[in-house]
């Protein structure tokens, strides 16, 4: 009995102690975190080579901010030999043509990359995400692949931190995108 008991309140200590590790560093979040990024490491070759093989130059999609940002592009791209050519902006008002001028905003546009629609070429999105899988796989928070074509389809990005009381959330803090209503044009 006196061994069950010991055995009883090691296990009950343990798990407390266990939960609250959990409560105030939240570890779990970072295993979930570094299983994403394995994951998006381990699309992005055959997606990148997938959106290659096709050689599209010349499409249209919309692009959208997953969160509040700084710049909070929503849009109807045409891109034309990898190169933006026109932006529709979508608003409540409906689409509305942006003269190249103001494509990217005169703040940021040179320093963030959703403010400045000239970036929103699939080429410029690949190496946006390549460059973070080599550089700081910490700011990706989550990364998706269109399944036809291959292009990024979802990515958000920020500061990762565990959700713990002693680190608390702040990874929704930055930016992020979902590209919607692809279609290829005929050169």
């Not at 069950?4 to 266990?18: M, Y």
């Not at 699939?122 to 269109?146: C, E, G, K, P, W």
């Amino acid at each position: 009995m006196r061994r069950s008991r010991r055995i009883a309140l090691t296990v009950g200590s343990l798990l407390l102690i266990g939960i609250l590790i959990q409560v105030l560093f939240d570890p779990i979040s970072s295993v979930r975190h570094d299983w994403e990024i394995s994951r998006v490491r381990a699309e992005f070759p055959n997606a990148h080579a997938k959106w290659d093989s096709q050689k599209i130059t010349d499409y249209t999609f919309e692009i959208k901010t997953l969160e509040p940002f700084v710049c909070q592009p929503h849009a109807m791209i045409e891109v034309k030999n990898d190169v933006v050519a026109r932006v529709e902006t979508i608003s409540n008002a409906g689409l509305q043509l942006l003269p190249p001028y103001q494509w990217a905003d005169a703040d940021w546009g040179n320093e963030v990359f959703l403010c400045d629609y000239a970036n929103f070429t699939m080429t410029q999105i690949f190496s946006l995400l390549d460059s973070a899988l080599h550089n700081d796989s910490s700011v990706i928070l989550q990364a998706d692949f269109d399944p036809e074509y291959g292009f990024v389809a979802r990515y958000s990005y920020g500061l990762f931190v565990g959700h713990g009381l002693l680190s608390p959330k702040i990874s929704e803090c930055c930016g992020g995108f979902s590209i919607s209503n692809f279609e290829p044009l005929q050169p």
